[in-house]
């Protein structure tokens, strides 16, 4: 086992695997920017070095200056957490070089699955459900309407240089393929001097599924069920639970099996998920592949009672799994509290929180690394706080989530708070029947403005 761990992020992961190693009798390293030094991760880890000033870029981000820390302080291992430099395969590379474990997966791993294109033709070979469409860049539009005739409408016309939703474009009917093709062409054109095209198949009522996967250095791999991400704005994740309400036995079961079968074919060491997309007649493909630990592992780690955190250490010292899956016997929400403004579409808040008061009780976790008198810094992303509640049941997880929230009272900064205990009594989101559509058609009502 390692003697003493670095770890390579801020705020609240950096927090949780601190106290992950003190529980297993690991010395920890925390590393800092100038904007971080009054962070709990600072104060909590046994020794803390300051890396740069506030920018990612100087600091969290600065390869030479997290090795060197490392090297100055003794540290066999490196704990890249989620974000910055968790799933970039040089850092992952760099550690190597210098014989210090990096906790996640390998350059060759990071790489391979990192680039979409790549990542499904190792999935295809791997014999896992992928979303039909054009094998790479459409020719032309005649090889476009071959391809859309032989997928099936409706499909999605996808710019190969695409990025928030440019030169993309839903086509229901073939009467519309030309126009389609066309626009999405000139659009992306336009945004990227590119416009080079592929197609998929549309995924109709999507919803963003994905099975936490554990693999070891033997290749062998165990998948410890699914979460349901699809309450999501702009692509970034709101709240997730497990197990799914849309899950069945026999799909878990299917999902499940996919995920591992992926997870050994590419021989793959660490704790990671499967993203798949999941239309209304549960049918699963393919979206992509995780190599690191997520934001919401915490309701896995509740629902089947394993710290994810603990088993990544576990594997990267070359201890094997059991090999066992596990499913979920509880139910478990996860919010992510940003400090954003809900009611002014989710404007950053940084600054002074002068009061906190944190909710506590049976079935409810708060991972955070804030408190009262804390500055949010402006330099990162807005996530200040999880809040976690597990129960017997969905309705008591909701019930208790509700209580939570109302418990959870922040001042001094907007939050995201309010929207969270309006989602809480959606009645879509109360049924279990919502798609990564949802947000489109929310609306915040002044409700739960604590400052009205």
Same mark, same amino acid.
């Given at each position: ?8 992020? %801020? ?49 969290? +981000? ?144 999507? /919803? ?121 016997? +509880?139910?478990?929400?996860?919010? %992510? ?27 409810? /976790? ?36 509700? %209580? ?16 969270? %205990? ?31």
């Amino acid at each position: 086992m390692f003697n003493k761990i670095l770890i390579a992020n %801020r705020g609240e992961i950096a927090l949780r695997i601190i106290r992950t190693c003190k529980e297993m009798g690991i010395n920890t390293v925390a590393v800092y920017s100038t904007a971080d030094k009054e962070s709990l991760h600072v104060r909590f880890a046994d020794e803390a070095v300051c890396i740069g000033p506030a920018a990612s870029s100087e600091s969290y +981000l600065k390869i030479p200056n997290i090795i060197s820390a490392a090297e100055i302080t003794n540290a066999d291992a490196i704990h890249p957490g989620y974000g910055f430099l968790s799933e970039n395969a040089n850092f992952s590379k760099i550690c190597a070089e210098h014989d210090i474990k990096f906790i996640g997966a390998s350059p060759e791993m990071i790489s391979k699955m990192g680039d979409k294109a790549t990542a499904k033709a190792t999935m295809k070979a791997a014999g896992v459900p992928c979303i039909p469409g054009s094998d790479g860049i459409i020719k032309d539009f005649k090889d476009c309407q071959k391809v859309a005739k032989k997928t099936g409408y409706p499909v999605m016309l996808k710019a190969t240089a695409g990025g928030g939703g440019k030169g993309m474009r839903a086509v229901w009917t073939e009467e519309d393929l030309e126009k389609a093709w066309e626009s999405a062409r000139q659009e992306s054109k336009a945004a990227f001097g590119n416009d080079d095209m592929y197609m998929e198949k549309l995924i109709e009522e999507p /919803r963003h599924i994905e099975i936490q996967i554990v693999g070891d250095q033997t290749g062998k791999a165990c998948h410890l069920s699914e979460r349901d991400c699809s309450v999501q704005r702009r692509h970034q994740k709101l709240t997730e639970e497990t197990p799914s309400p849309f899950m069945t036995k026999a799909l878990r079961e299917k999902m499940g099996n996919a995920a591992i079968k992926a997870a050994e074919y590419i021989k793959y060491e660490g704790a990671g998920t499967i993203e798949f997309l999941v239309d209304k007649h549960k049918n699963f493909y393919f979206m992509e592949m995780n190599t690191r630990i997520q934001v919401e592992h915490p309701i896995t780690d509740e629902v089947v009672e394993h710290d994810l955190i603990k088993e990544q250490i576990k594997v990267a010292a070359g201890i094997p799994i059991s090999g066992k899956n596990y499913f979920p016997r +509880l139910h478990s929400i996860e919010c %992510r509290i940003n400090a954003e403004d809900p009611y002014n579409n989710f404007r950053p808040s940084p600054g002074k929180i002068t009061n906190l008061h944190a909710p506590g009780g049976h079935g409810v /976790r708060l991972d955070t690394h804030v408190y009262s008198g804390y500055i949010i810094p402006p330099n990162y992303d807005s996530m200040v706080a999880k809040l976690i509640t597990t129960a017997q049941t969905r309705e008591e997880a909701i019930n208790k989530m509700k %209580r939570a929230l109302d418990e959870f009272i922040v001042e001094g900064v907007k939050t995201t708070i309010p929207f969270h %205990r309006q989602l809480m009594d959606h009645p879509e989101y109360l049924a279990g029947k919502y798609t990564t559509k949802f947000m489109e058609d929310f609306v915040m009502s002044k409700e739960y403005d604590d400052e009205e």
